[in-house]
């Protein structure tokens, strides 16, 4: 079974600076795909970025990127030029495929706090 | 991208008594899938629902107490049956697009 350890209960940042998020992962696949999803108040769960394991290239997206480090199992998300809007709850999540066995494992997830 | 409609957002409930969530989806989708988030939990995965064909329940958790309908590709429902104060939690329902998953905005339960 996969795991999905996101061992820091909380962080708190500076509104403009940047913070890394970690996340390690536990899995006997070599193709799966992971994800950190946002969770502010409102409780909408909101895709934040993807990455699928065969890319080597890390993922990026507008202010988001990743550290992808599949030999380590290793799935970290930076947040550069936090903003107060970017407070939440972050969660990582894995994978194993699509299609009938895909479901979503996720971590426990990490309360980010943006400090005006 | 896929846009969910889940309700009710919130409801306080008796114990003892049912409460049904619904998913609307504006597309049709071959998986449903139902979460539970404990109060400052992750998500848990409750089930998965196929149209056509009975749901697949995740360990520690039963058909009798979160009897699940889909009855076409873009609808489906979750019961909470027989509540008690343990089933107060945000309920999710979720649907897989070729980039990810997307979420309903969650029905907030609470059972008094």
């Known amino acids: 079974a996969q795991t999905v350890t996101q061992s820091q209960p909380e962080m708190s940042v500076q509104e403009a600076e940047t913070v890394t998020l970690s996340c390690t992962y536990d899995t006997s696949e070599s193709n799966y795909y992971l994800f950190w999803y946002k969770q502010p108040p409102s409780r909408q769960m909101i895709l934040v970025i993807r990455?699928?394991?065969?890319?080597?290239q890390n993922a990026t997206e507008n202010r988001f990127s990743v550290n992808f480090q599949k030999a380590a199992k290793s799935f970290s998300l930076k947040i550069s030029d936090s903003q107060l809007g970017d407070t939440a709850m972050y969660f990582c999540a894995f994978m194993k495929d699509t299609g009938a066995n895909s479901k979503l494992t996720f971590g426990k997830g990490i309360t980010l706090s943006v400090r005006p | 991208s896929a846009v969910i409609s889940q309700k009710p957002s919130r409801d306080i409930c008796q114990r003892g008594t049912s409460l049904t969530i619904q998913c609307q989806v504006d597309s049709q989708v071959t998986m449903m899938f139902w979460y539970r988030q404990q109060p400052g939990q992750s998500l848990t995965l409750i089930a998965t629902a196929n149209q056509g064909s009975e749901a697949t329940y995740e360990s520690g958790f039963v058909i009798d107490k979160f009897p699940i309908s889909r009855p076409n590709l873009t609808f489906s429902t979750l019961t909470v049956s027989n509540m008690s104060p343990e089933d107060s939690s945000i309920y999710l329902c979720?649907?897989?697009?070729?980039?990810?998953?997307?979420f309903g905005s969650g029905t907030r339960l609470t059972v008094v």
């Open positions: 990455q699928e394991a065969y890319k080597q």
């Open positions: 979720s649907v897989e697009l070729y980039y990810g998953y997307t």
